[in-house]
């Protein structure tokens, strides 16, 4: 079973704090993805990667860094954390040639 | 510009009968196409998946159904659960297989006893 695991579940953090999301895969899966869901909004892509230090910019990168040093492992970073950032964040992860596995989301409260 | 769009944020469906979710897609470019099913506080599921190639896959109580054409996906379900109540969502790729899902708003499913 492929397991994609998002290191919280719910997070309060104050304006202008950095904000560390960290995503997990433990099927040796090229791809790892973040997306944010919002009311309306359906799921936005922030930032995608294809292999290790690979990072490409999705439809809503501002405000947004990531980091994908080991190819389980894929860091959503917040570098100062903003009330518009509030939101659900999704983690995927998968082979070029599949569907994409998602991580059971993290929701993100700034206050 | 919302390049994968469905129009309906909601449908009600009585159990037993059939639930259509339809997905528009404006990118030509867009030939892989998925649904996937999300409950509240929990990750979307992958449901169902279609190629450009084909115009219809099939899977136990769901089917997709593609048009080219018109630029349009269709997800059945047949007969319709209570369990089937949760948001569903299309999403659409090009190159090949998933890579960077671009996704609609998605339409909530709720299924009446």
């Known amino acids: 079973d492929v397991k994609v695991t998002q290191s919280s579940r719910y997070l309060v953090k104050r304006t202008g704090e950095k904000v560390f999301l960290e995503c997990v895969q433990d099927?040796?899966?090229?791809?790892m993805f973040w997306y944010r869901q919002d009311p309306g909004l359906g799921l936005r892509l922030i930032y995608f990667s294809y292999d290790v230090k690979m990072k490409e910019k999705g439809d809503i990168p501002e405000g947004y860094s990531v980091s994908r040093e080991k190819k389980e492992r894929f860091s959503l970073i917040l570098e100062s954390a903003s009330t518009n950032q509030t939101s659900m964040y999704l983690c995927?992860?998968?082979?070029?040639?599949?569907?994409?596995?998602f991580g059971q989301g993290t929701r993100l409260t700034v206050v | 510009d919302q390049q994968v769009k469905q129009n309906s944020p909601s449908l009600s469906v009585q159990e037993g009968r059939i639930s259509i979710l339809n997905c528009d897609y404006t990118n030509s470019m867009f030939d892989y196409f998925l649904w996937y099913k999300k409950y509240p506080a929990e990750g979307p599921t992958f449901l169902i998946s279609?190629?450009?190639?084909?115009d219809k896959n099939e899977d136990g109580r769901f089917t997709v159904f593609l048009n080219k054409s018109a630029k349009h996906l269709s997800l059945h379900i047949v007969p319709s659960q209570p369990g089937d109540s949760a948001v569903y969502f299309c999403a659409a790729s090009s190159g090949s297989g998933a890579q960077k899902l671009v996704f609609g708003q998605g339409t909530r499913l709720t299924i009446n006893p």
């Open positions: 995927a992860s998968s082979w070029t040639e599949t569907e994409a596995f």
């Open positions: 279609i190629s450009s190639i084909k």
């Open positions: 099927m040796d899966h090229e791809n």
